[in-house]
């Protein structure tokens, strides 16, 4: 399981405005995704400026903790592409 939140997102949604505020978190989104499905994973939940994915589900490859991991390094660098070894 990979669990991410987007760093100080309470105090940018008090001063940004509306679309300012959905625009940055449909950026966290695509940077969340893209790499959790190039890993092999699967989000399971977005809230808010929260997000959730698995890995080994619906099919388990034995290197789930690896590919989390690869995918979390993605998300934290905002890289996209598939991770080296960590393709299914």
């Known amino acids: ?3 991410a939140e987007l760093d100080g997102f309470a105090e940018i949604a008090r001063e ?4 300012a505020v959905h625009a940055i978190l ?12 190039d890993c092999g994973g699967v989000v399971v939940s977005h809230a808010g400026a929260r997000a959730m994915a698995v890995f080994g589900t619906p099919v388990a490859h034995g290197n789930e ?9 993605a998300v934290r660098d905002g890289t996209a592409g598939p991770a080296s070894g ?3």
């Open 1 to 3: 399981m990979l669990c």
């Open 16 to 19: 940004e405005d509306p679309e």
């Open 26 to 37: 449909s950026s966290f989104r695509e940077r969340f995704n893209g790499p959790v499905a």
């Open 65 to 73: 903790a690896e590919r989390a991991l690869r995918a979390a390094l």
């Open 86 to 88: 960590a393709g299914p």
